[in-house]
């Protein structure tokens, strides 16, 4: 399988153009929804450059060796926001369409759970691979060849609080 490697400076590039692209269509929406964990911090670029609301939604299907195994995704219960209620328009962001079924099932919960908010949801990810069985609204990146994508923060994936403590010379005194 192809990899692709990012840096913590392409990755903020990558969120600045989702946003302008967003921006250049000229659709308007009144709440920003990411998906945790890959969505959170284009959710919260999106939401401070847009002044909207944003929601907050867990979902996951990842794990086994690596977080390489796709098994049955689970939602949490709710959309955590401060929002008095649920926006009309609902961007739904995420990093990236790998097989599409997150965000193909996403979309249904909303609509079923917050049915009486909701009018209108379009979606935008950074990268949308080919092998994605849905297709965003609005994307960076197409990926024809279904990379495995390395993102900048997975480096804490694989970093122990002691590692860190010691790579940022704040070792704990042994006398204390």
């Not at 990236?96 to 919960?109: A, F, H, N, R």
Request: hydrophobic fraction near 40%; include cysteine; aromatic fraction near 10%.
């Amino acid at each position: 399988m192809p990899e692709l490697f990012v840096s913590w400076s392409e990755y903020h590039q990558l969120i600045e153009k989702l946003a302008v692209q967003v921006h250049q269509s000229g659709w308007e929406f009144n709440q920003i929804i990411c998906l945790a964990r890959g969505g959170l911090r284009i959710g919260d670029i999106f939401s401070r450059l847009y002044r909207q609301p944003l929601g907050i939604l867990a979902a996951t299907s990842y794990g086994g060796k690596g977080d390489r195994v796709r098994g049955k995704l689970t939602f949490a219960r709710h959309v955590t926001t401060t929002a008095e209620q649920m926006g009309s328009h609902v961007l739904l962001v995420d990093d990236l369409l790998d097989s599409g079924v997150t965000l193909k099932e996403t979309i249904p919960w909303l609509k079923q759970n917050y049915a009486d908010h909701i009018v209108e949801i379009r979606t935008a990810v950074i990268w949308h691979k080919a092998c994605s069985v849905i297709a965003p609204d609005y994307c960076v990146e197409f990926l024809e060849d279904n990379p495995w994508i390395h993102q900048p923060f997975e480096a804490y994936e694989h970093m122990s609080l002691e590692n860190l403590a010691a790579k940022l010379g704040m070792q704990k005194d042994p006398k204390e």
